[in-house]
Structures are given as C-alpha cells and as structure tokens.
C-alpha cells in the first residue's frame, strides 16, 4: 500500500542516518513527550506515530497507553522491525480511529502537508489530539563566533539547507504556519508553543548540525556550498567559542471538534 513519492531530503538507508535519529532523540524527546502528557495520553488511549524514525516517541506511547491501549507506528521507510511501511500522503487512512496522532519533523517535508492535516483530522475520533511538532529554520542565529567569516559561512550552511529544502518541496519555516494551517484545516483549540536551545560544542543539536554536514553534503554542494566551507562549518561548530540559538520548535496541539 505504498507509494515512494515525497519531498523527504534524508534517507533513512544511508550511513548517517542512525546518528541523525539518535541525536534527533536527544534534542526533542523531552519537549515531545512533556507535550504528549499535557493531552491525557494514557491507558488505553488508541494512538498514531507518524513518520516514527528511530521509535523513541512510539516507544513511549507504547509505555504511557499500556496493554488496552494501542500505538500504530508508520513510516515510509521503517528502520525498526514494528513500524509499518505507510505514505501518508497517499495510502488510506482509517476514519474515526485514533485518540492522538503525532509527527515530528515530517509534515514540513510534505508539499501536501494542508491536505494531510485535512486527512488527519477525519482520522482522528471526535475530541481526539493531533501533536505536530515541527521547526523553523529561519531562525538560527549566530550568538557568538571566533570570527565573523565563521560566522558567515554558518549563516550560509543554514541558508543553503533552507534552499535544498524548498527544491524538494518542503517548507523549512513551516513551525511557524502550523497553528494557522491547523485552525485552517479545522481543528479547535489549537495551542502552538515555540521552544529554542542554547547550541555549542557537543550539544545534541550541534551534533545534529553536523550529521546534516555529512548527510546533506551532495545537495548541500549542489546547492552552492564547497568541500572546504563544510570542514570550516564542521570545525566552527567543534569550538568551544561559538554559540548559537537553535532553530525554532514549535510543538502545536489541535483537536478534532466534538
Ligand atoms: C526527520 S525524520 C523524523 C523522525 C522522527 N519523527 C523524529 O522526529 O525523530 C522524518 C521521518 O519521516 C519519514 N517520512 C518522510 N516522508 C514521509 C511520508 N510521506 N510518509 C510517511 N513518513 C515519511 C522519514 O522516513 C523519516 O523517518
């Protein structure tokens, strides 16, 4: 039942790809599940992960809704044995069914991301959450760096992703347009809450920055970037004397009106 188009850039088959869900872990896991918590997710809550990764959100659902409850794990290109392989553009989607449905990090990939909250909704039962948890990557700026040619090539790496992005039809400051898309879409009580993080040396967010260094190279080139600006990029991002505000998450929540 799948389809293989998507404006996803990763590739959960390549080598970095581990490191890239590990780290994603990491920076996220604790906004996502504190957010999860805020709707009541509990025993017996019937519940779907979107787009799972690495499976550390299904994996907590899994915990949180107990043996009545139920979590459904999909992903377009599963990498742990129980998430089903499922487009969620283009294959069915059951109606009525889910308590709470979350994704993080995939909508913004989706060039059909208005009509898949539209598809969202209706899977939802009446009363039911979606949790999207999604960036922006249009705000990242540099707090403090050895110097400012550093500096200019980190702004120019954040640059180059927001346009290798927008080629494959995703949206990078899609955060911001989440709440209004959802209220759009239908849902009620649509509550955004915006998060940023200190990044330097060795935090999971600048590891992460780093994967998209190896992960991204070829589009990152193509996109204008060279072998040595990566390396400078990858050792500014290893030095002590650079600070940086991460891009911004936004973690929104809607529910299906009653
Ligand atoms: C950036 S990763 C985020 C993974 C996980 N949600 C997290 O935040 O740790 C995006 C995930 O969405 C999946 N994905 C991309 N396009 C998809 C689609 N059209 N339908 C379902 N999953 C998709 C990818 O395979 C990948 O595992």
Redesign the pocket.
């Known amino acids: 039942m799948t389809s293989t ?4 850039v ?1 590739d ?1 088959d390549y080598v970095h ?1 581990v490191d ?2 590990r780290y ?2 990491e920076c ?2 604790a906004l ?1 599940c504190s957010r999860l918590a805020e709707t009541g997710v509990s025993l017996g809550w019937r519940c779907w ?6 499976g ?2 299904a994996d907590w659902l899994v915990r949180r809704v107990g043996p009545t409850g139920s979590v459904l794990a ?6 742990r044995p129980y998430v089903h392989t ?6 069915p989607l059951p109606d009525g069914e889910f308590d709470l449905i979350h ?4 909508l913004m ?2 060039p059909e991301r208005d009509a898949v909250l539209r598809k969202l909704l209706r899977a939802l039962r009446p009363g039911g959450w979606l949790q999207l ?1 999604e960036p922006d990557i249009g705000y990242c700026p540099v707090l403090l760096s050895p110097d400012r040619r550093a500096a200019e090539l980190y702004e120019a790496f954040q640059a180059a992703k927001e346009v290798l992005l927008a080629e494959a039809g995703a949206d990078g400051t899609w955060g911001r347009k989440v709440a209004g898309a959802m209220a759009a879409a239908g849902f009620v009580a649509v509550d955004p809450l915006p998060v940023v993080y200190p990044w330097r040396a060795g935090s999971p967010g600048v590891r992460l920055q780093i994967n998209h260094t190896h992960h991204l190279r070829d589009k990152l080139i193509a996109a204008g970037m060279t072998e040595q600006d990566l390396a400078e990029v990858r050792a500014l991002l290893a030095d002590e004397r650079f600070r940086a505000s991460s891009t911004v998450m936004y973690s929104v929540h809607g529910r299906r009106p009653l």
């Open positions: 188009r998507t404006g996803y990763f959960n790809a890239q869900h994603l872990t996220y896991d996502t992960e979107i787009g799972a990764g690495g550390s959100v999909t992903d377009i290109r599963p990498i499922h487009e969620v553009v283009h294959d994704a993080r990090l995939v990939h989706l948890d």
